[in-house]
Structures are given as structure tokens and as C-alpha cells.
């Protein structure tokens, strides 16, 4: 996991500005030839990366000559890049009193190694010193600008902490080395992580090595971790690993293989059972010449977002996002626009299984500074809104570069170096307070089954959204055990179905408008039906105003599903069957529901369905499948069916 500097203080580069300053002058600003030649020795100590001498040297060059200004640049420069950065912040503003005029951006050095330290105060009234000056260029006015919002929002959201308790998730989870976040299945039983590892050798700056690992909830507890194991860890660096709500897709980076397109690229890998096939570069639409990283998939199936340094972004490292299009072929990447990026980076998305809100960390919107934890919201267009940043302390002066949050929605998960871990970076579970919560979800998890010999059946999934009939989730089961899980955002209702060769569909209806608080989930079995004649399948989403016969909005999903599985199996045709429940006369209901079959019969006769295939009766309420004396019973009863006449090869 790639951690960057929250304001990088590139000491060389400053050096050189002196140098080339001091240069064209022919001569530094001090007198004394000592004091000259032991800055120069620092300078050549400091070429070849001895820093401890080089120190010695600007002490001793400001020791010969207090007022020697480059001498202090010099100190401020070799303690940011040591380490000691309120040293560097003494020297930086040293040099500035005593001129200044000679480098004027020391006042500028000195601010933003204030604000890294979280100095705000401070760094506000040097910054508000070097703005004041004359003849700053457009550019700077607007950085300094931009840094000083940077210090008013931070001395606001210190005053106006939000709620924020983490809580170590202890030895199971994580240890000595770095711990990252990944992602978090949608009943909460897999929580997956990164483990950064250094290789054995003796060398303090060897690269770590990144494996991924699995821990699993044992009543309501996480297990101790193991590793993912082959074929997901490899001797060489794999990182950024994200898991598909339903558990089915594992994403993840890998930079400078042989198959891939540029840097670093995305690859991908399907679970069968509890096991995991071998990756695959994910392909050259989503990746290019340039990297692409950090990848997250919705729980809709279908959109991937990740990040990428390619042409057409705002600037620096942007998030796109990209459509599954059906047979492994994906939309040409997106980018996910100005609400959301900006001329820095943004990185670490995270789509929340509600699809409505969006987690990622920035560097270029107004925060504490360097990287901070944002949330943009979907509005009711499609787009992304004005990002929320998360507040303090949950971002502080460290760079906070990633967050993944339960479906529940109250419990976020970080990776944070806080005092009292076990050591590096560990991951932190904490509740998010109610402002930056996203939209409530549910699940249904359960298994999908042949009726007639109860094996397991690779089924394909698609939720509706009945009002807009736009399909919010495709999916599928898993091929050997049949299990799945789906997200179930709260506060509408859904057609649900369930589809697989030589079946017919399923549906189900799911009920949520109204609803926007946490449900237990829908646990359900699902029997399919092997297409083959008198098999009679209930159409859940078929709808009608009382008493009448005229087919409503909401049953187009259920209709087009059952056009498509008409299209699909040319040889099969049906019965449609209405019926009704034991309220009124028998002549009223064999009517009435003669007349809603007929309406549906209507409905695929003129969406191209050959009316040889099709017939239609109304039944009334002489075949009951619950008694009538309940309200649960009688809704059971009103329903319509279709029964598979015959199937003959076309």
C-alpha cells in the first residue's frame, strides 16, 4: 500500500534554488571565508548523501558567521529531509528574519512544515508573511491561497471534533508488521487484509513484500488471520485487494508483469466454493501504458472504479469508473469528474454497498492537509455531489488514505499508525457518526437448487428497482455450492430473478419502500424449475390496482423477464393463469381474473411473442394455495401464474 508524503519538502531541490541563486551573485551573502568553505563542504556531504557531516559542516559555517543566511536554508533543509521537522521550521524562519529577500519562500518552507505538524496557528500567520509580499505571481497567490483555507478549516474542525472512538482489532488481526484494510463481505463474516512484510536480509530499506490474508467472524469474533494462500499470493508484490460485496470477484494490483499493458494494472479472480482461480489481467480497456490501481467494484456487479494517472484526468492520479457489458468485455473508463477529483490526487475509492455513497481519500480538496477522507453522495441525476470531508479526528495531520464501512453502515474500518498498536500501521474498527453514514442495507443469502434432484445450480441474478426499472444488482450463484448473497439497499422495492439454462426463471418480490432502517436478512433457498411440461411458476411482480385488470408500471421487469425466457426457449409454450382470492362471488373473480390473464397475454402478444405459443384462463379462486381467512393468505391467493404446456425444439 503506497503511502505518500502529506507535503514533500524536496530539500535538494531547494538547495539548488540557493545554489544557483548564490551562483548568480558570484559570491554567498557571508564574508567570512571560513564560514564559506564549510557551507561548501556541507554541500558536497550532502551530495553524497552523508548527512550527519553535512550538519556538522552548517553548524560549524553559522557558528564562523551568525548571520550567514544560506547556512540556515541549509540546516532547515538536511532536518526535513532527516526527519526533525520542527528544527527545520526554527532554521527556515531564522533565515527569513535575517533576510528576507534572499529566498524568499523560506517563510513559505517554514508554513507548510507548520501545517504538516499540525501547527495551524502558526502556519496561517507565515503564510499570511509571504502573502503579504509584493509581486507574487498568479499561481503562488492562489497556492498560498489554498493552504491558508487549508489552516482555517483545520482551526475549525479542532474546535468541532466529530465523534470518533477507534478500537484496535487486537493479535488476530494485527501484528508487528503493516495491516491494511480491504474490504468486508456483506453479512460481515470475511474481513480481507494486506500484510506488508519485510523479506529476510539485512537491509533496513529493503522493499516489503505485500501478502493478502482472510479472517472470518466465529460468533460475532474475528478469527486469527490466515494467509489467502496461492494462487493469490506470489513471491512477488501484489496489493490494493478489494472483494466484491458478494464475495464472488477478488480485484487487486500488480505492477510489472508480463502480461500486463503499463506500470502497474488491475487483475481479477472468480471463487468457486472456497477457493480461488488463477488471476487474469483484467484487460486492455480498463488498463493502459500508464497504472492503474486500487480497484472497487459495486455491488451492483457491473461498475469498477479505480485509479489511474492516465491522460484526461483532472490531474495528478484521478478515479474512473468503468460498466461490465456482459461477456467479458467492459465500457471505455470514465472519470468520475471535478466533484470528485481535482489537479492533485485522489485515490482509495470505496463504493458502499448502497451504491449511493462514495469513500476516497484526497489530497486536493480542503482538509487537514495532505491526504484526507472524503464522502460524495449520488444525487437523484446520477451524479456525484460536493464531497464531505469526514472531519477531524478522523483526519488529522497524517495522511489518512483509506476506508472501508459495513453494510450496516455504522462501522467503518481504517488503517492508522496511532500510538499503542502493535506496531506500523494497524487496522482500527470505529462507529461512523451519523453525518457521514451512508444509506442503510440489507442482504438475502441462501442457496440456489435443481427442485427435482437438489443439486446446486450456477444461477444469474438481477434486482430491479420496480418504480425506475432499472436493474441495481446483477450477480450469480456460486456453481458448485449454489450460495449467493446480495445487497439489498433499504427504502424500495425490488423484482428479484433468478435465471439459469434449461430452467425457468424465478421471481421474487422484495418489499423495502417505507423501510429505511437495518432488517435481518432474507434468508431464502431457491428451488429452480427444469423446463418441461405442467411445471407452473408464480410471477411475484405482476400488478394490478384493486379490481381491476390493467396491468401497472411495476410489471414491466416481470414481463420483460418472461419475454426474454419465451425468446430464449423457442419450442416452449405457455399457459398464463389468473387468480384471485375468496373475496366476492365466484362469477366476479372467474371474470376478473380471466380478464388479468388476458391482459398479460395482451401484454407479449404485442412485444412479439407468437400467440400460437400462449393461452389464457382465469381461475377465480378454485385453486388456493393458503387459506383466505388472513390477509398474508388472500394476498398469497391473488397472484399470477404461467404453466409450461409443452417444449418442442423450434
Not at 551573502?29 to 548527512?51: G, L
Request: with cysteine; glycine share 8%.
Amino acid at each position: 500500500m503506497l503511502i505518500l508524503n502529506k507535503f514533500p519538502i524536496l530539500f535538494l531541490s531547494v538547495l539548488l534554488v540557493i545554489s544557483t541563486e548564490a551562483e548568480g551573485q558570484k559570491d554567498l551573502t557571508s564574508t567570512s571565508r571560513k564560514a564559506q568553505k564549510a557551507y561548501r563542504q556541507a554541500e558536497k556531504y550532502i551530495y553524497s548523501m552523508d548527512y550527519a557531516a553535512a550538519l556538522s559542516c552548517a553548524y560549524r559555517a553559522i557558528e564562523l558567521d551568525e548571520q550567514f543566511t544560506e547556512g540556515y536554508l541549509l540546516l532547515g533543509d538536511l532536518y526535513a529531509e532527516t526527519g526533525e521537522p520542527l528544527k527545520s521550521i526554527q532554521f527556515y524562519k531564522k533565515a527569513s528574519e535575517l533576510d528576507p529577500d534572499h529566498y524568499p519562500r523560506a517563510r513559505l518552507l517554514a508554513g507548510r512544515t507548520e501545517m504538516n505538524e499540525g501547527l495551524y496557528a502558526e502556519a496561517k500567520k507565515d503564510l499570511q508573511l509571504y502573502l503579504s509580499r509584493e509581486g507574487l505571481l498568479q499561481e503562488e497567490l492562489f497556492q498560498v491561497k489554498v493552504l491558508l483555507d487549508r489552516c482555517d478549516f483545520a482551526l475549525y474542525s479542532i474546535d468541532h471534533p466529530v465523534p470518533f472512538s477507534p478500537v484496535n482489532m487486537g493479535s488476530q488481526i494485527n501484528s508487528t508488521f503493516d495491516e491494511y484494510i480491504n474490504a468486508v463481505t456483506l453479512d460481515n463474516d470475511e474481513l480481507y487484509l494486506t500484510v506488508g512484510t519485510r523479506a529476510d536480509s539485512q537491509n533496513a530499506d529493503e522493499i516489503r513484500r505485500e501478502d493478502f490474508y482472510l479472517s472470518r467472524s466465529r460468533e460475532g469474533t474475528w478469527a486469527q488471520r490466515e494467509p489467502l494462500g496461492s494462487p493469490m499470493n506470489t513471491p512477488e508484490n501484489e496489493g490494493a485487494m478489494f472483494i466484491s460485496p458478494d464475495g464472488r470477484y477478488l480485484l487487486f494490483s500488480a505492477c510489472n508483469k508480463t502480461d500486463g499493458y503499463g506500470s502497474c494494472d488491475i487483475y481479477i479472480s472468480f471463487r468457486k466454493n472456497d477457493h480461488w482461480g488463477e488471476p487474469e489481467n483484467i484487460g486492455p480497456t480498463i488498463n493502459s501504458a500508464y497504472w492503474e490501481t486500487q480497484p472497487c467494484l459495486g455491488s451492483d456487479g457491473r461498475t469498477l472504479f479505480f485509479v489511474s494517472n492516465r491522460p484526461g484526468g483532472k490531474g495528478g492520479s484521478d478515479i474512473w469508473f468503468s460498466i461490465y457489458l456482459q461477456q467479458e468485455r467492459w465500457s471505455i473508463p470514465m472519470n468520475a469528474g471535478d466533484s470528485v477529483n481535482t489537479e492533485e490526487d485522489e485515490m482509495s475509492p470505496f463504493i458502499h454497498p448502497d451504491n449511493q455513497s462514495l469513500y476516497f481519500s484526497s489530497k486536493g480538496h480542503i482538509g487537514m492537509g495532505g491526504y484526507d477522507l472524503f464522502l460524495s453522495r449520488k444525487d437523484e441525476a446520477g451524479n456525484w455531489t460536493r464531497p464531505e470531508n469526514l472531519g477531524y479526528p478522523i483526519n488529522t495531520t497524517a495522511d489518512e488514505i483509506n476506508l472501508v464501512v459495513e453494510a450496516s453502515g455504522t462501522i467503518g474500518y481504517i488503517s492508522s499508525d496511532i500510538p499503542g498498536g502493535f506496531g506500523g500501521i494497524d487496522i482500527y474498527s470505529f462507529e461512523l457518526h451519523p453525518g457521514i453514514r451512508p444509506n442503510q442495507v440489507t442482504y438475502m443469502k441462501g442457496l440456489v437448487m435443481d427442485a427435482d434432484t437438489r443439486r446446486p445450480v450456477r444461477a444469474e441474478f438481477d434486482l430491479s428497482d420496480l418504480e425506475t426499472g432499472a436493474t441495481v444488482i446483477e450477480s450469480f450463484s456460486d456453481p458448485e455450492t449454489g450460495a449467493f448473497l446480495l445487497s439489498l439497499p433499504t427504502d424500495r422495492d425490488y423484482a428479484l430473478h433468478v435465471t439459469a439454462e434449461g430452467y425457468a426463471f424465478h421471481s421474487e418480490h422484495i418489499a423495502l419502500r417505507g423501510i429505511q432502517t437495518i432488517l435481518d436478512p432474507f434468508l431464502i433457498n431457491i428451488s429452480l424449475l427444469p423446463i418441461k411440461p405442467d411445471q407452473v411458476v408464480v410471477m411475484n411482480n405482476i400488478f394490478f390496482e384493486t379490481d381491476q385488470y390493467v396491468l401497472k408500471n411495476e410489471s414491466v421487469a416481470e414481463l420483460t423477464k418472461l419475454i426474454g425466457f419465451l425468446n430464449e426457449n423457442k419450442g416452449v409454450s405457455i399457459e398464463i393463469r389468473g387468480h384471485t382470492d375468496q373475496t366476492g362471488t365466484r362469477e366476479y373473480n372467474d371474470q376478473l381474473s380471466l380478464l388479468r390473464a388476458r391482459s398479460v397475454y395482451q401484454y407479449l402478444v404485442d412485444h412479439g411473442i407468437d400467440s400460437r405459443r400462449l393461452q389464457y384462463h382465469g381461475y377465480g379462486f378454485s385453486l388456493p394455495v393458503a387459506a383466505n381467512d388472513t390477509e398474508e393468505g388472500r394476498r398469497l391467493n391473488r397472484r399470477t401464474e404461467f404453466r409450461i404446456l409443452d417444449n418442442h425444439a423450434p
